[in-house]
Every structure is written in structure tokens, then in C-alpha cells.
């Protein structure tokens, strides 16, 4: 019986050396497999991070984002970040002023840009000029309260904390110093971004590598200025008397203004994000407190990551993509078209209301494949 399998293999042109390489193949196979198909519930790590290559990352005010590599190159390593609690009076819109509470001085505060499995060592410093204890959650870290228990610092302290990212994607971070400081300190601004990239870097839908050409972040910020009796914005003197009065006009739920990046029209006219046709953009938004929903006039996320969290399969040709608050999303469009783009909350009355409107201005030529106008406006025939 045996003997007449064989011969029939044989016939086939397969010989017993050629099964056992293919017997290799298929063991080697399912070893790999089962390795990359370990659950994220299942993974384990090794090391605190001591002993592994440092580098210092130098932050930069949003919407750019700090230097990095979109394939990770080498081993994991210690990403060095310093971070400054600022304390400063801001003018959110012609007229009306708040104390901003942030890191390094911008709303929202910098993009920390790592690889999956690097370490981020965080230096939080607060100057003694400020009048506030501030520390840091880091949605992308591992531990109860995100490292906020670990990173109180009062006027004129600083303190280091080193945390592994084990999970790629666009997460959080803010100040939460307990209690209802947590709502004010992050409605005054202090809250910011770490992208998190798969060392291989991005997916497309079909599990290919995608690159882009440049990123953005914005953060939406829901601001709630406290106003006197006949609804005009106090002008509030210290940031301790900011925090008084703030408590009452978080509580209404009402912002005064909901804005990109700090301020109304922080990202119009000269200050728009600019690309150019044929471009990939990988847009990056977050919301450290309240829900909202982001849309590109004219344009779509070719690919889209819920959540930004780049182990899943993007979706694509999303309109409109959601942001529950506390989470980031990032989308990635190639612009077809030349123009200057509306990239807006699509609650239409937060964006032309309340500030929730930014603008990209692309560059190139008008394609006519896409669309064209057949006749200009004339009176009704
Ligand atoms: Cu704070």
C-alpha cells in the first residue's frame, strides 16, 4: 500500500527529500503564524528600559510635529521629552482673555512622536512662577492613572518618569491633579498628543506599508470662560482667581468657545496647513474632553484609524470620522484638487459659532477628471 503511494507521488514528480523540505516549510509556517498571532491580551514584555539607547526628541508647537522616522530603524529605545507646565493669559477670540493652563505654552501641547516599544522618559517641570501643582496621564502608558500618581510636581519642582509604549496609535495625555482640578486644568488647555507608530510603520486596507508625505496635528479645545451678570467675559487678574471662578462655567456644559489649537482662527488664512496636489497628509486630531466629529470639505479619509490606533485595518472613503472625547483619530488623504480646504467640526454651528473651523490651502493644478463646471451662473433660462 505504502509502496503504491509512493510510486503515485513519485509519478507526480515528488519525491520523499521534496516532502520533507515541504513538511520544513509548512512546520516553519505555522511557528510564524502563531507567533505574530499572539493576542494583545497574551503579550509580555521584559526590562524597565534601563541601559538602551537614548535619544532626545526636540518638541515643536502643534500643528507641526517633532522629527521622526516613519519606519522605526533599529531597536527600541529611550525617547527623551521635556515638558513645561506654562501658566499665561491667552486671548481665545478678539476681546476675550483666559488664564491658558498648558504644556510648553501651546493648547494644545506638543506631539510626542515614538515607535511601538520605545520608552518615553518624560522630564515634567513647574517653574516657580506658576501657582498650580500640575502632573501627567499618558493614555498610552500602562499603570493606574497613567502616571499621574507618579509625576505631581509643585511651583519650582521637576520630575522623571519612564514609561514603555506598548501600543502603537494616537493617544492622550493631560494634566489631571485630582478632583474637579482635573476638568479645569484640562478645559484651560493642558492636554496633548503622542503618536504612537508601529516600528514597520503604517498599514494600508490591504496590510501594505503607506507613507506620507507630511502630518498635522490639531486638537480641538471646548474653552468655558466665566462671564459676569450681564454675560461679558470677566477679565480675571490671577490664574488662582481663574480656577475659582472656572468651576461654575464648566458645569454648565456650555463652552464659551470650542477652537483648534488654542485660539479662533489659529489655523485660517496665513495660519492654514498648506500641501500640495498629489500630496498624502496624515491628519491627526485630537479632543482631550468632549466628543466632536471631523470633516474635510471636498475631500475624504482615503484611510481612516478609529481611535488613530494603527493595529487595526483603516477604513476607507470615511466623509465624517468621530472622535469621542479623550481619544485622537488620524486619517490619511492624498489631495486631488488645489484650493483652500475647510477641515471643520461637522456640528456646523461649533464650527461657524463657536471657532471649530481650520483651513489647508493645497497648491497645484485643477484637475478636471474629478470635476469641473460646465456653465457659469447666468440668469434662468
Ligand atoms: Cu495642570
Redesign the pocket.
Known amino acids: 500500500m505504502k509502496q503504491r503511494s509512493m510510486q503515485k507521488l513519485k509519478q507526480k514528480g515528488i519525491f520523499p527529500v521534496q516532502l520533507f523540505f515541504m513538511l520544513i516549510m509548512l512546520l516553519s509556517f505555522a511557528a510564524c503564524k502563531n507567533q505574530s498571532s499572539t493576542s494583545v491580551v497574551d503579550k509580555t514584555f521584559s526590562g524597565d528600559g534601563d541601559g538602551l539607547e537614548r535619544v532626545k526628541q526636540e518638541m515643536v508647537a502643534p500643528p507641526n510635529l517633532p522629527k521622526f522616522d516613519q519606519v522605526a530603524k533599529g531597536e527600541p529605545k529611550i525617547v527623551e521629552v521635556t515638558l513645561t507646565?506654562i501658566e499665561k493669559k491667552i486671548e481665545v477670540a478678539p476681546g476675550d482673555s483666559m488664564w491658558a493652563?498648558t504644556f510648553n505654552g501651546s493648547v494644545p501641547g506638543p506631539m510626542i512622536v515614538v515607535h511601538q516599544n520605545d520608552f518615553v522618559e518624560l522630564t515634567l517641570k513647574n517653574p516657580a512662577t506658576n501657582t498650580?501643582?500640575?502632573?501627567?496621564d499618558f493614555h498610552a502608558s500602562t499603570g493606574a492613572m497613567g502616571g499621574g500618581d507618579l509625576t505631581f510636581v509643585n511651583p519650582g519642582e521637576e520630575v522623571k518618569m519612564r514609561f514603555r509604549c506598548t501600543r502603537p496609535g494616537v493617544f492622550v495625555y493631560?494634566?489631571?491633579?485630582g478632583g474637579k482640578?482635573v476638568p479645569?486644568?484640562?478645559t484651560?488647555g493642558?492636554n496633548g498628543a503622542i503618536m504612537v507608530l508601529p516600528r514597520e510603520g503604517l498599514k494600508d486596507e490591504n496590510g501594505k506599508l503607506v507613507t506620507f508625505d507630511k502630518a498635522y496635528y490639531m486638537a480641538e479645545q471646548d474653552f468655558y470662560l466665566p462671564k459676569d451678570k450681564n454675560g461679558k467675559v470677566k477679565n480675571i487678574s490671577t490664574p488662582q482667581e481663574a480656577v475659582q471662578e472656572s468651576e461654575d462655567a464648566i458645569k454648565s456644559l456650555m463652552p464659551t468657545y470650542i477652537v483648534f489649537n488654542g485660539k479662533q482662527g489659529a489655523l485660517l488664512g496665513k495660519n492654514a496647513m498648506t500641501a500640495k496636489v498629489g500630496e498624502k497628509v496624515l491628519l491627526i486630531t485630537a479632543q482631550a474632553n468632549r466628543d466632536t466629529r471631523m470633516h474635510l470639505i471636498g475631500g475624504h479619509a482615503d484611510l481612516y484609524w478609529p481611535g488613530g490606533k494603527f493595529n487595526n485595518k483603516p477604513y476607507t472613503d470615511f466623509e465624517t470620522w468621530a472622535i469621542p472625547g479623550g481619544s485622537a483619530a488620524a486619517a490619511l488623504y492624498k489631495f486631488r484638487e488645489p484650493g483652500t480646504y475647510a477641515f471643520l467640526n461637522h456640528n456646523l454651528i461649533e464650527a461657524f459659532e463657536y471657532g471649530a473651523v481650520a483651513q489647508i490651502k493645497v497648491e497645484g493644478k485643477w484637475d478636471s477628471t474629478y470635476m469641473k463646471q460646465i456653465a457659469k451662473p447666468s440668469p434662468i433660462k
Open positions: 507646565a493652563f498650580q501643582m500640575h502632573n501627567i493631560h494634566c489631571a491633579p482640578m479645569i486644568h484640562v484651560a493642558m
